[in-house]
């Protein structure tokens, strides 16, 4: 999939630009604080509805404005579609050509992203909120069902931590209700698990030879960590979480709050049985993000059948010369790629020539270089 332009109206430091993206390589270069990375924002935030660096919407809008508007053309299979998200000072509208979509799962199907940028590191760093967050995010792009379970299962688990609060387990009623509650949340929980542990099966299938292509390091991958045991077995999975249901049964009316399910899941990154959250380098955590999230390109066009557009903030500066060369690679001339960097220095000569280049100023577009020139 292609984004052919996308606008941008009071958009963080952006009063008005249309740009006009290559269905190649883009590069967007600049000096610090001029909007390089609002334009890679505001790409996600048409493709996820949020933004990757800020919970405040407020703050998308430019300052001194009360609305803000980000809208763009979307290219897959031959189709147009109009994609427009509005932010206003306490609402948010979305559109799919320029009709009103008033669910989320429905929108954030229709454009997929690959973004990394330098405050990814979190994801192996940071807690589990930030991984469990990720995950489903990627798996909401890919298919809107998965959102709309999770959104069941985050209604259920919330009616359960609010019944806990309350209630001892003493009343028949009482007891019935929690056991009703359980069966919901059980239905919902295997489908969650189920997809999450596909998707990180994928990503394992891919990602050693990424990782090892990108450091000559071996033995990478992704360790899903549910707190009951799990496989590919729905039946096995329903049998686990009755069984663990039942076990806390107490700790749950104790604790007041549901200890089970994919609420708690943990996900981890490994190279040759090491967790790179304690033992990695800063760069092979960098690494380790970055295959992560090469594999998830090829995992994208697999279910998708079109390649997502991949966002890279700034990763060049921050890589030695040999993993540039390793990382260049993988951006082929096939997918569409929006690059970020302060110096043109910093890209090689060859990808270079093959790109659209866009010079950003204090939140302006000064200089716009059409691709082999
Ligand atoms: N809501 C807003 N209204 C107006 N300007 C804003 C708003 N939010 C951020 N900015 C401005 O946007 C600029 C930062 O933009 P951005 O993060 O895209 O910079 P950058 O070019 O990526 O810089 P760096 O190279 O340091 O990463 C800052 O000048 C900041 O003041
Ligand atoms: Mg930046």
Same mark, same amino acid.
């Given at each position: 999939?292609?984004?052919?332009?996308?606008?941008?109206?009071?958009?963080?430091n952006?009063?008005?630009?249309?740009? +006009?993206?290559? $269905?190649?390589?883009?590069?967007i270069?600049? $000096?610090?604080?001029?909007?390089?990375?609002?334009?890679?924002?505001?790409?996600?935030?048409?493709a996820?509805?949020?933004?990757?660096?800020?919970?405040?919407?407020?703050?998308?809008?430019k300052?001194? *404005?009360?609305? *803000? +508007?980000?809208?763009?053309?979307?290219?897959?299979?031959?189709?147009?579609? +109009?994609?427009?998200?509005?932010?206003?000072?306490?609402?948010?509208?979305?559109?799919?050509?320029? &009709?009103?979509?008033?669910?989320?799962?429905?929108?954030?199907s &229709?454009?997929?992203?690959?973004?990394?940028?330098?405050?990814?590191? $979190?994801?192996?760093?940071g #807690?589990?909120?930030?991984?469990?967050?990720?995950?489903?995010?990627?798996?909401?792009?890919?298919?809107?069902?998965?959102?709309i379970?999770?959104?069941?299962?985050?209604?259920?688990?919330?009616?359960?931590?609010?019944?806990?609060?309350?209630?001892?387990?003493?009343?028949?009623?009482?007891?019935?209700?929690?056991?009703?509650? #359980?069966?919901?949340?059980? &239905?919902?929980?295997?489908?969650?698990?189920?997809?999450?542990k596909?998707?990180?099966?994928?990503?394992?299938?891919?990602?050693?030879?990424v990782?090892?292509?990108?450091?000559?390091?071996?033995?990478?991958?992704?360790?899903?960590?549910?707190?009951?045991?799990?496989?590919?077995?729905?039946?096995?999975?329903?049998?686990?979480?009755?069984?663990?249901?039942?076990? +806390?049964?107490?700790?749950?009316?104790?604790?007041?709050?549901?200890?089970?399910?994919?609420?708690?899941?943990?996900?981890?990154?490994?190279?040759? &049985?090491?967790n790179?959250?304690?033992?990695?380098?800063?760069?092979?955590?960098?690494?380790?993000? %970055?295959?992560m999230?090469?594999?998830?390109?090829?995992?994208?066009?697999e279910?998708?059948?079109?390649?997502?557009?991949?966002?890279?903030?700034?990763?060049?500066?921050? %890589?030695?010369?040999?993993?540039?060369?390793?990382? %260049?690679?993988?951006?082929?001339?096939?997918?569409?790629?929006?690059i970020?960097?302060t110096?043109?220095?910093?890209?090689n000569?060859?990808?270079?020539?093959?790109?659209?280049?866009?010079?950003?100023?204090?939140? #302006?577009?000064?200089?716009?270089?059409?691709?082999? $020139?």
């Amino acid at each position: 999939m292609i984004l052919t332009e996308i606008k941008l109206v009071n958009f963080r430091n952006y009063s008005n630009v249309k740009i +006009k993206l290559s $269905e190649g390589i883009n590069i967007i270069y600049g $000096e610090n604080a001029q909007g390089k990375t609002n334009i890679l924002e505001s790409i996600y935030v048409l493709a996820l509805t949020k933004s990757h660096r800020t919970y405040i919407d407020n703050s998308l809008i430019k300052i001194g *404005s009360n609305k *803000s +508007k980000i809208s763009g053309i979307l290219l897959k299979n031959n189709i147009k579609t +109009k994609l427009c998200v509005e932010i206003t000072q306490n609402n948010k509208i979305l559109n799919i050509d320029s &009709n009103i979509e008033p669910k989320v799962s429905n929108y954030i199907s &229709n454009l997929n992203i690959i973004f990394f940028y330098p405050e990814d590191l $979190e994801l192996v760093k940071g #807690n589990p909120v930030v991984r469990r967050k990720y995950i489903n995010t990627q798996l909401s792009q890919l298919q809107s069902n998965y959102m709309i379970i999770l959104n069941d299962y985050n209604r259920l688990i919330k009616m359960k931590n609010k019944f806990l609060k309350t209630k001892q387990l003493y009343y028949e009623e009482d007891k019935q209700y929690y056991s009703i509650l #359980n069966e919901h949340i059980i &239905n919902k929980a295997v489908s969650i698990y189920l997809l999450r542990k596909k998707y990180i099966d994928k990503i394992n299938e891919y990602a050693h030879d990424v990782f090892f292509n990108l450091t000559g390091i071996s033995d990478f991958y992704i360790k899903y960590k549910p707190i009951i045991k799990i496989n590919n077995d729905k039946n096995l999975i329903i049998e686990e979480l009755k069984k663990q249901f039942e076990l +806390k049964q107490n700790e749950e009316f104790r604790l007041k709050k549901s200890i089970v399910g994919p609420h708690l899941d943990e996900f981890e990154f490994y190279v040759k &049985n090491k967790n790179l959250k304690s033992f990695g380098s800063q760069g092979q955590q960098r690494m380790a993000v %970055l295959s992560m999230k090469l594999s998830e390109v090829e995992i994208f066009k697999e279910y998708k059948n079109s390649y997502p557009i991949l966002l890279l903030d700034d990763v060049f500066s921050e %890589l030695d010369n040999k993993k540039k060369n390793h990382l %260049l690679k993988y951006i082929d001339n096939n997918m569409q790629t929006i690059i970020t960097t302060t110096d043109l220095k910093n890209i090689n000569k060859k990808m270079l020539k093959n790109s659209k280049r866009f010079k950003i100023s204090d939140g #302006n577009i000064i200089k716009e270089v059409e691709e082999h $020139e």
